[in-house]
């Protein structure tokens, strides 16, 4: 059974750190027709729920913005831990691999897709932070 409980992250992906192995396709996604760096410099998440299974962190429920589109987005936990990293301060240290899929043209990123390329685009973030 999964419990909600609301939690707190709030993450900017700047968009200047995307990469591919071509360095020609990732200025063409920084370009106009996809993330259009120069007017959306970056990409926002902001939680609102996070669920638990079995006491274990399941997924994270929020809003994500691009191309100053916002909406809802659940991101799976596909990986969570927590750490004391220095054993002269008490709080903890807490890492997690989080991972969505979004339909990219209900954000308007719609180049390409009426060709046939995919409008899926699967998302990886992997944080980490210290307890307060």
């Known amino acids: ?14 968009i200047k750190s995307l990469q591919t192995s071509s360095a020609l396709f990732t200025e063409h996604l920084k370009g ?15 939680s609102s ?3 638990t ?3 274990k962190l399941d997924s994270i429920s929020g809003k ?3 191309l100053g589109t916002t ?3 659940t991101l ?13 301060k008490p709080q903890k240290t807490c890492g997690a691999d989080l991972s969505t899929t979004i339909d990219r ?24 932070a210290e307890q307060k």
């Open 1 to 14: 059974m999964k419990k909600k409980q609301v939690g707190n992250i709030d993450i900017t992906i700047p």
């Open 32 to 46: 106009e027709a996809f993330f259009n760096e120069a007017k959306y410099p970056d990409m926002k998440f902001v």
């Open 49 to 51: 729920v996070w669920a």
């Open 53 to 55: 299974e079995n006491g």
């Open 64 to 66: 994500l913005t691009l």
């Open 71 to 73: 909406k809802p987005v």
């Open 76 to 88: 799976k936990v596909d990986k969570f831990n927590c750490y004391q990293k220095d054993e002269t």
């Open 105 to 128: 043209t209900q954000w308007g990123m719609n180049s390409y897709a009426e060709m046939g390329n995919s409008k899926y685009v699967k998302i990886n973030i992997q944080v980490e």
